[in-house]
């Protein structure tokens, strides 16, 4: 049942917010937001199923922490 009622929120979801990006012929915004909508769904759907998927603050907190590192560095030395 939950899987339903969460196919049918995104589906909700993506039509009205589909609709005004092609009405105003935005093809830039709408590429953006379906590969972060399809990335939500495919989290989403994760969870619910409750799938052994990684955490998205560590994945960020690894990405910038060279960046943080060296700024930190640059502003204590």
Same mark, same amino acid.
């Given at each position: 049942?939950?899987?339903? /009622?969460? /196919?049918? #929120?995104?589906? %909700? =979801?993506?039509? #009205?917010? %589909? $609709?005004? !990006?092609? $009405?105003? $012929?935005?093809? $830039?915004? !709408?590429?953006?937001? /379906?590969? !972060?909508?399809?990335?939500?769904?495919?989290?989403?759907?994760? %969870?619910?199923?409750? =799938?052994? +998927?990684p955490?998205?603050?560590?994945? =960020?907190?690894?990405? #910038?922490?060279? +960046?943080?590192?060296?700024? #930190?560095?640059?502003?204590?030395?």
């Amino acid at each position: 049942m939950k899987i339903i /009622t969460l /196919t049918l #929120f995104f589906i %909700v =979801l993506i039509y #009205f917010q %589909v $609709k005004g !990006l092609v $009405k105003q $012929k935005e093809w $830039k915004e !709408l590429f953006v937001y /379906t590969l !972060l909508m399809s990335i939500g769904i495919l989290y989403s759907y994760g %969870v619910l199923l409750e =799938l052994s +998927l990684p955490n998205p603050i560590l994945i =960020l907190s690894n990405l #910038f922490k060279p +960046l943080y590192e060296y700024i #930190f560095n640059q502003l204590l030395a």
